[in-house]
């Protein structure tokens, strides 16, 4: 009997009751380190060779396990490796592609921190990014691509503009040039859009968004598809010798894709950037983001649609000079392609008059709470340039359409007729 249907893998997969005294709800192993036995045992399991023992909970943990089993279950990926947040995964991820120095694609319309990260801080380590302002630029991506590019890195769905990257033709391309393409997912969450499908190799989240869904903790996770071949030449971090998986004694020497073939990549992530500078999720911190997982599919399709419903409404308010939302594009192929269930929970908004307006509306809402997060099951209300975007300097906003004007939302779980209201008396009162 098949049980690997996205439903059932999001409350099942990567956890047996039976080897956890039956317990129904997955275990918090709240503690720092496991008991070796004896030495012999201990030396097993800590070559690895002992898949189910644990030693220390920064080189991994039962409970965190369980959440990276069944994120790479879902996402249809070989292995995944969690992590205390969703910059602590993007950093890692572009640190293992590239490391030793090298350049890496990436669109100008994704997160703040990330941008502040790829422009001003990645370069300090010899990493330098060639930046396009359309992801969806094929041609002068091509034309970017050069001896030391590494990888190409896009968002699923950009923030807060909800702009779609073409995964499979990006894709492609990466491929064509023998690079990966990476893909910060988290806008649409695994429910909504997988790219592995579509060609991707290394996915990235922030899981403390729509994949725990109640704004409760932090974390983030990396996913490995497992199809990608690093052995050209171009990742050398991969295909050298690895001292801590040979074996000095017996003169074996192994790198991490001799040793670990399809899982390299995502094994390095976890020994050596998560074991050796830290960032491990705790326990507890997994078990909220796994409880969170478990209603994914009812809160996406629930806020999916009221989205759809805000976001029609906010078109025709005679205050809103612009909504920013391609899931109300119905001439868009790119979400008829990869979007059928639809786009997110997010969307954004150019709200007409100046910031006074801005601040009017924000201190009006009274179901929307006035905070930087996303994908909770509360509806939240933000001024991005002031805000999350911060980071973003003056001529890319320009280019993106955000402005001081420019108000995110995300939708949360509340009744529609309250959040359509709560909008709409909050907008007469910005102009009054
Ligand atoms: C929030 C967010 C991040 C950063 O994640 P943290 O968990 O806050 O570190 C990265 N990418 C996107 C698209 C985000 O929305």
Request: cysteine-free; glycine content about 8%; proline content about 4%.
């Amino acid at each position: 009997m098949a049980q690997d249907k996205f439903d059932t893998l999001r409350i099942h997969a990567g956890y047996k009751p039976e080897d956890n005294q039956f317990a129904s709800s997955v275990p918090i192993y709240q503690t720092a380190a496991f008991g070796l036995s004896n030495t012999e045992v201990a030396n097993e399991i800590v070559q690895g060779k002992q898949p189910n023992r644990y030693d220390y909970s920064r080189d991994g943990n039962p409970t965190v396990r369980v959440f990276e089993k069944r994120i790479a279950a879902l996402e249809g990926g070989v292995d995944a490796v969690a992590v205390g947040s969703g910059m602590s995964a993007i950093s890692y991820t572009i640190f293992n592609v590239a490391e030793g120095g090298g350049r890496i694609i990436a669109p100008t319309n994704i997160y703040g921190s990330s941008l502040d990260e790829f422009r001003n801080f990645f370069p300090k380590f010899g990493i330098d990014f060639d930046f396009i302002d359309d992801v969806n630029d094929f041609d002068r991506i091509k034309a970017l691509i050069q001896d030391d590019t590494k990888a190409i890195y896009v968002e699923s769905v950009a923030n807060p503009s909800t702009e779609i990257a073409d995964i499979e033709t990006l894709a492609g391309i990466a491929h064509n040039a023998g690079i990966p393409l990476i893909v910060d997912n988290t806008f649409p969450t695994p429910y909504l859009f997988r790219p592995f499908e579509y060609g991707a190799d290394i996915v990235v989240y922030s899981s403390t968004k729509g994949i725990n869904g109640h704004g409760n903790t932090l974390s983030g996770i990396v996913v490995d598809h497992g199809k990608f071949d690093w052995t050209s030449g171009k990742f050398p971090q991969l295909t050298e010798d690895e001292f801590t998986l040979g074996n000095e004694e017996t003169d074996d020497h192994e790198s991490f894709t001799s040793k670990f073939g399809a899982a390299a990549f995502i094994k390095r992530i976890r020994m050596k950037y998560v074991r050796l500078l830290g960032s491990n999720l705790g326990p507890i911190d997994a078990y909220l983001v796994l409880l969170g997982l478990e209603t994914i599919s009812e809160r996406l399709d629930k806020q999916v649609a009221s989205t759809i419903t805000i976001a029609k409404f906010l078109s025709t308010n005679k205050h809103v000079a612009r909504v920013y939302y391609s899931g109300i594009e119905h001439d868009n192929p790119l979400v008829t392609k990869y979007f059928p269930k639809g786009v997110g929970s997010i969307l954004s908004f150019e709200l007409k008059g100046g910031e006074t307006n801005i601040a009017k509306l924000i201190d009006n809402v009274k179901v929307f709470s006035y905070l930087p997060n996303i994908g909770d099951a509360k509806s939240l209300i933000v001024n991005p340039t002031r805000t999350t975007h911060r980071e973003v300097p003056a001529d890319v906003r320009t280019k993106h359409a955000l402005n001081n004007q420019v108000i995110r939302l995300s939708i949360g779980l509340e009744d529609i007729d309250d959040l359509v209201n709560d909008l709409k008396q909050a907008l007469e009162r910005a102009f009054n």
